[in-house]
């Protein structure tokens, strides 16, 4: 396949479609890796020999913070294109998955604060991985907030992009933050560099959760930009088809 | 140069001026970011005087005692010790030899007074037969040493 074939998916018109073919298989393999994760996190994996059962927190807590920095990324990266090449489909992408990034980030947030309680003794520190995650979600929230607040698309557009792409800054300090500062959180457990300190099962555990993270991940941002594509194209004709 | 090129080498110039600006800023922050200092800095005088701050370290192994509500233990960064009194609740994770994070002010003898404590425990996650074999293990090159 050449190349100007694949740009042909970078239409919202001929994107629209394609998209709702697969939204449906990603939220079957979220689920799939869902059920899989939470089986073998909840009665496979065995209890940890220092945290009891409340470590069990670490299989949607981890998924849901690498996907918040992950989404962000992608976001940044897809507000980054619009922003340089000016193309319709790359903006609404990044409009599309803020507000799933938000929501992981809160996630992580939150279910760290009650796994903190427990086990730190504090909801909340103002340690630099806590603090640098905390401003991500805010990052997410101006980001929507920024987009929402200008009427015309194509401003609004280039205010978020260059919102989004000032916030990549954030990422590498979350990641590296426990590395480069004395921090209350714990390193990392999983490493490109060595094999990860934990247990075969509560790895399989939280691969699988991570994975149907992604997978949920993909499926609502998709479906984000499904109606978002309708909503901005509504006076074209092919909107008028795909309503039909 | 067309001016998407010019976009392009806007953004990236951009992005590359910002980066050095957050390494330059979070050098400048660098020991306003950390959470807290460890015993020997605390020896050395770098605490705040008169002022809540926070030490991390390990708890040393033998020097938990409880009375009461009141527990005394000592926190190590296996070079230097600090004393810690602590009245309260302590967290699941406080353990002999693991990791602490202590909030509190230098009594006159020395001692910190603490206010708070939090349990720092670290990236490794196992079942409980892992740990034991690991302490047994541990256990028996020590006797072999010994011996």
């Not at chain 1, 990324?73 to 599309?96: D, E, H, I, P």
């Amino acid at each position: 396949m050449n190349l100007m074939q694949w740009f042909r998916f970078a239409s919202p018109q001929s994107f629209y479609p394609l998209a709702g073919r697969m939204i449906p298989w990603f939220w079957a393999l979220a689920a799939a890796f869902g059920l899989a994760g939470l089986y073998i996190g909840f009665f496979v994996a065995p209890t940890d020999a220092q945290q009891g059962e409340g470590y069990r927190i670490i299989f949607i807590h981890v998924p849901a913070s690498w996907m918040s920095m992950f989404i962000y990324l992608v976001m940044a990266f897809w507000a980054g294109l619009g922003l340089a090449l000016g193309t319709r489909l790359s903006a609404m992408m990044a409009q599309a998955l803020a507000p799933t990034g938000a929501l992981m980030a809160a996630l992580s947030l939150w279910t760290g604060a009650l796994w903190g309680k427990p086990m730190w003794g504090a909801w909340w520190v103002w340690d630099a991985r806590l603090t640098s995650e905390l401003i991500l979600l805010f990052l997410y929230i101006g980001f929507i907030a920024l987009q929402a607040a200008i009427d015309d698309p194509r401003r609004a557009d280039k205010a978020g992009a260059i919102l989004a792409l000032v916030g990549v800054v954030n990422v590498p300090i979350i990641y590296f933050s426990v590395k480069w500062w004395n921090t209350l959180h714990q390193g990392s457990t999983i490493n490109l560099t060595r094999a990860p300190s934990m247990a075969q099962t509560m790895l399989l555990g939280m691969l699988l959760m991570a994975l149907a993270f992604w997978m949920y991940s993909i499926a609502a941002a998709l479906t984000r930009a499904r109606a978002i594509m309708l909503e901005r194209e509504r006076h074209t004709e092919w909107v008028k088809h795909a309503v039909d | 140069m067309k001016p998407r090129h010019k976009r392009i080498a806007l953004i990236a110039g951009g992005l590359a001026s910002l980066g050095v600006a957050a390494v330059f800023v979070l050098k400048a922050l660098d020991s306003n970011i950390a959470l807290y200092i460890t015993p020997s800095a605390v020896i050395a005088g770098e605490a705040p005087q008169g002022k809540a701050f926070r030490v991390g370290g390990l708890v040393k192994p033998g020097s938990v005692e409880r009375r009461g509500m009141t527990t005394h233990f000592i926190v190590t960064d296996t070079v230097k010790d600090i004393p810690v009194t602590y009245t309260g609740i302590l967290p699941d994770l406080f353990r002999d030899g693991k990791g602490a994070v202590v909030q509190g002010r230098l009594g006159a003898d020395g001692s910190l007074i603490a206010s708070e404590v939090l349990a720092k425990h670290d990236e490794n996650y196992m079942p409980p037969e892992a740990k034991h074999a690991i302490d047994q293990a541990q256990r028996a090159q020590n006797g072999g040493v010994t011996k």
